[in-house]
């Protein structure tokens, strides 16, 4: 049975273990990605496939780049800290309040 995601397209999150945040650009309801990249997780971290996973434009303090993320390893991200990968300023338009909305959804 798929779950129903928890964060939605346009949120800040950040990873329960690792030091990087991101805005999330898509969401798979299970997980989608290759094999490879799925054993290459730490045994003892590995989240389960059934549930829904995250592709984030991702930072961290050195770099910017794209994640993808289960939902058990996400939070919400409240610090109101501006991201700053270069992709997000196409992606979305941020409001005065701080929130990513998808310019795919604005009306032009």
Known sequence: ME????????????????????????????????????????????????????????ENEQTVYEAYVSEQNLLLDDSQVALRHPAIKDAFIQTKTGEYIPTNLQSH
């Open 3 to 58: 779950k129903i995601a928890k964060y939605s397209i346009g949120q800040v999150v950040r990873h329960r273990v690792y030091p990087f945040r991101g805005v999330i650009f898509d969401v798979d309801p299970v997980f989608n990605n290759t094999e490879q990249w799925y054993e290459s997780i730490p045994a003892e971290i590995r989240p389960r496939k059934d549930q829904p996973f995250y592709r984030l434009y991702a």
